[in-house]
């Protein structure tokens, strides 16, 4: 049997174990769907098993394996497929490796069926193979491009959140050279403070995704204490932060733990921000706090409109924006690198503990962050 009719008949035990091997590409895979994960799979199998039985001359052959022949349907399924997998969070290897793994899954299953070896199954072999490169090829281009597209993004929003409170800085310091009067004075140093801080947190969260794609990760220092009071402190400034909005907190009493004060802090406080950010007014944001004896569970919820599903996928990513539709433009975060939940993962993934989103408009959406109770230290050798 020709390997194009092979691959006709054959696409859907090619795409299951296909499925099967992008379901070991975690975490950006762990929580995708089968459609998800096959996305344009079966258009680039069909699409190359119909290239394979047109003709085409030495030069057209020796350009598709080199990924220089033009754009023709596999290659643009296959273009479109290295956009969602970028979008997801798969990265440059893992998108090497499923072109891989569909290369061995096709001729393997294909040279169960060969009885005999000769230059025709050679020629379709090597068909087959040009096909996968160009597939491959086109596929790289797309996920670059759109990494250069996210670069040129980030940096243009880097510039004109930090131009605001500079803007507001540099405004209050010529209100203080040119008034004595003392409420304005006050009212001048407060937003000063704020742009201040606006500032000194976009810096500290380029320093830290700096340092976790370096590879040294966020440093975590878990030390015993009361993560229930914590969680107190936390709330409360995030209310005195938005008075206008309202809140509602389940916090037990005390909570004795091993965690990093200052970390958690900023976990609980990115959370709480996004839910009142992102949520629905007319309805509070809350934060919920139980235990067991072996973990706590920290949940922040808020209702609106749910989470694209796509963008449930990538959410935790770096550089992720997702627009918060439901709430008014003055509501809108200061800043907006998209830093902000990647950060939460990396500490809360510091502490030995998970960080997981749910949403929907029934259910409304829920970060729910658990953490062991104790973080036991190796011993020393």
Request: charged residues 25%.
């Amino acid at each position: 049997m020709r390997l194009s009719k092979f691959i006709k008949e054959n696409i859907e035990p090619i795409l299951v174990e296909w499925e099967a091997f992008a379901r070991t590409m975690i975490p950006p895979a762990e929580t995708m769907s089968v459609v998800e994960l096959r996305d344009h799979a079966h258009g680039i199998l069909l699409a190359i098993a119909d290239e394979m039985e047109t003709l085409q001359t030495e030069d057209q052959r020796e350009a598709k394996s080199k990924g220089l022949a033009p754009r023709e349907v596999a290659a643009s399924f296959a273009a479109e497929h290295g956009g969602l997998r970028q979008r997801v969070g798969f990265d440059l290897t893992q998108l090497g490796a499923e072109y891989r793994a569909l290369r061995a899954t096709v001729l393997r299953q294909w040279m169960q069926n060969v009885k005999v070896v000769d230059r025709t199954v050679l020629e379709e072999v090597a068909r087959f193979n040009e096909g996968i490169d160009q597939g491959l090829a086109e596929a790289m281009v797309t996920y670059s491009e759109n990494v250069a597209n996210s670069r040129d993004t980030f940096l243009a929003v880097l510039g004109h959140d930090l131009r605001n409170p500079l803007s507001a800085l540099s405004a209050c310091v010529r209100m203080l050279e040119l008034t004595s009067e003392m409420g304005k004075k006050e009212r001048a140093l407060s937003i000063a403070k704020r742009s201040i801080t606006s500032i000194s947190e976009m810096v500290t969260d380029l320093l830290e995704y700096t340092r976790s794609r370096l590879g040294r990760g966020i440093d975590v220092q878990p030390n015993p204490g009361d993560l229930a009071a914590l969680c107190h402190e936390a709330f409360d400034e995030v209310c005195a932060a938005y008075p206008e909005r309202v809140l509602r907190a389940e916090i037990p009493e005390q909570l004795l733990c091993d965690f990093d004060a200052p970390r958690m802090r900023q976990v609980l406080s990115n959370l709480l921000s996004n839910a009142v950010h992102h949520g629905d007014a007319a309805f509070p944001a809350a934060l919920i706090v139980t235990s067991d004896l072996e973990q706590v569970t920290m949940v922040v919820m808020n209702r609106g409109k749910p989470i694209p599903p796509d963008a449930m996928q990538v959410i935790f990513n770096p550089l992720v924006q997702v627009p918060a539709e439901a709430s008014e433009p003055h509501e809108r975060p200061a800043t907006s690198l998209g830093l902000g939940l990647y950060i939460a993962r990396e500490i809360v993934g510091g502490h030995r503990g998970t960080i997981v989103v749910t949403s929907s408009a029934e259910e409304g959406t829920a970060f729910r962050v658990r953490l062991p109770l104790t973080m036991a230290k190796p011993k020393q050798t």
